[in-house]
């Protein structure tokens, strides 16, 4: 069964880069795009871009001057860095696997973690 | 940005009555290659999303069958047969036609 682990720094000051990893545990990254998404506590969902195994990516026009996806298929990860983050970052952030020949079957989704940007 | 808007945005109902959710896209999620990427996910309190439904009616393996989603074009709607005390919780829909991706607002499902 696959499943996917994330971590990374919860506490981070403005003007600091956001780091997360997703680790792919049970699969391969291959046949599938991997995105991030992040939440505002109480609030609606907003996709941040995603890779593909190749390391292909589409991103958020809304922050894809701050965003850089990666992949690491020798350690099934991918990573999320965003950077010079404001308060406005605040938010629960999230893994997660869609099926490329469904696309928006967004099927397997990380734990979450949030990440609080404070002075 | 395509803009997804869903009604209601709550959704009090009666155990082992019917709900039925809207979502409308402000433009038609037809792709060019003939699919409709329309998805449907249920988040429950302190949980990551759950995928219901994707291409507009296709449910995921595990789903309930009294999830049921129809629509075309630019308008959309989840179907809830007989609502379960695990339904309560908040539904999105989202569009994968184009980038971004992006989703309504949310539907909280609650019991009355």
């Known amino acids: 069964q696959v499943q996917l682990q994330q971590w990374g720094a919860g506490l981070l000051k403005p003007s600091e880069t956001l780091s997360l990893t997703c680790t792919v545990y049970?699969?391969?990254?291959?046949?599938?795009?991997w995105s991030w998404f992040r939440q505002p506590p109480g609030k609606g969902l907003e996709w941040i871009g995603e890779?593909?195994?190749?390391?292909?990516?589409n991103y958020n026009p809304s922050l894809k001057s701050r965003v850089t996806i990666s992949v690491d298929t020798s350690k099934s990860q991918f990573s999320l860095k965003l950077s010079s983050v404001t308060a406005a970052d605040t938010t629960v952030y999230y893994c997660?696997?869609?099926?490329?020949?469904?696309?928006?079957?967004?099927?397997?989704w990380g734990q979450g973690t949030m990440v609080t940007v404070s002075s | 940005d395509i803009v997804m808007t869903q009604t209601p945005l709550s959704s009090p109902v009666t155990l082992g009555q019917p709900a039925s959710i809207s979502c409308r896209s402000s433009?038609?999620?037809?792709?060019?290659?003939?699919?409709?990427?329309l998805s449907w996910f249920q988040q429950r309190p302190g949980q990551p999303p759950r995928l219901l439904i994707y291409?507009?009616?296709n449910r995921v393996s595990g789903v309930p069958d009294r999830f049921s989603g129809s629509g075309a074009g630019t308008d959309f709607t989840l179907k809830i047969s007989r609502v379960e005390a695990e339904d309560v919780g908040v539904y999105y829909c989202?569009?994968?036609?184009?980038?971004?991706?992006?989703f309504g607002q949310g539907t909280k499902v609650e019991i009355k």
């Open positions: 291409k507009i009616y």
């Open positions: 890779i593909n195994h190749r390391g292909g990516t």
């Open positions: 989202m569009q994968a036609t184009q980038f971004p991706r992006t």
């Open positions: 049970g699969g391969s990254l291959s046949g599938f795009y």
């Open positions: 997660a696997r869609e099926i490329i020949v469904a696309r928006g079957a967004f099927d397997i």
């Open positions: 433009q038609s999620l037809v792709h060019s290659d003939g699919n409709t990427y």
